[in-house]
């Protein structure tokens, strides 16, 4: 039986490399995208990354045990989603040679974590009990291992339906959005609130032959939204638990 679940995880710094960046500067994505959360999964449940892989053609055991669970993501609502950012210098000696390395670095990154889970399944069962007594095989990480993370709020929430005809809602996590949506005259705009639209392109998995990040379009909004809008927005993938309206993917 499909179960949803959350918890909150946070650190005093995240980083999540953007790889198109990688000289002298590296880049972060502001929010924490699906591989690295299953990362983190794999790290609580001890199974094998990178590092420990054997063969290095097969993409690391965490993410092939664990990238049909479908996730949602909602950031700190502070600052519409928009973590503080500073640029850390530091020296990278590799081969012998020095170089001068530029990173930015989230500061205090939170996110929501929802994952929708099979209680029938015993791995998940094993990271459901993981989860819920804050018990970890290895250290998880924002992003990069000198940035230890702790997660607390863990829930399991009592309902998760489809979303079904509803006057107005929000959405609490990052949507996907689909490659049709349509933002101009779209919504449901109080004119006493203030609207933001964060948009950015994420990676969701791997490409299995070239063993490099596929990727998907994402937008995070406090917009209020009408139900007879989805034919227009395409807002795909949304369900109804006790905390709101979130984007399963």
């Not at 679940?5 to 880049?27: L, M, Q, V």
Request: charged share 25%; with cysteine.
């Amino acid at each position: 039986m499909k179960k949803l679940i959350s918890f909150t995880i946070k650190a005093e710094f995240g980083f999540f490399k953007k790889p198109d960046i990688n000289d002298k500067i590296f880049i972060s994505y502001n929010m924490i995208h699906k591989p690295s959360l299953l990362g983190i999964l794999g790290a609580i449940m001890g199974y094998d990354g990178y590092a420990q892989s054997k063969d290095k053609a097969q993409l690391p055991e965490y993410y092939q045990k664990l990238k049909d669970i479908r996730v949602a993501i909602a950031p700190s609502s502070e600052n519409g989603g928009i973590f503080k950012k500073e640029f850390i210098l530091f020296n990278n000696t590799t081969n012998g040679q020095t170089a001068n390395i530029t990173e930015q670095t989230l500061v205090n990154p939170a996110y929501r974590i929802y994952l929708e889970l099979d209680d029938a399944n015993e791995e998940h069962t094993k990271l459901i009990d993981s989860l819920k007594n804050h018990r970890a095989v290895y250290l998880p990480y924002m992003g990069k291992n000198e940035f230890s993370l702790w997660w607390d709020n863990f829930h399991e929430h009592g309902r998760c339906n489809e979303l079904q005809e509803k006057e107005k809602f929000e959405i609490k996590t990052i949507i996907v959005k689909d490659e049709n949506f349509v933002l101009k005259n779209s919504g449901y705009k109080e004119r006493t609130t203030n609207y933001f639209y964060l948009f950015e392109r994420l990676p969701i998995g791997f490409d299995k032959q070239l063993k490099q990040y596929s990727y998907q379009d994402f937008l995070y909004t406090n917009a209020v939204f009408k139900s007879n809008e989805f034919g227009k927005l395409c807002l795909i993938n949304l369900y109804e638990c006790d905390e709101g309206v979130i984007c399963l993917f």
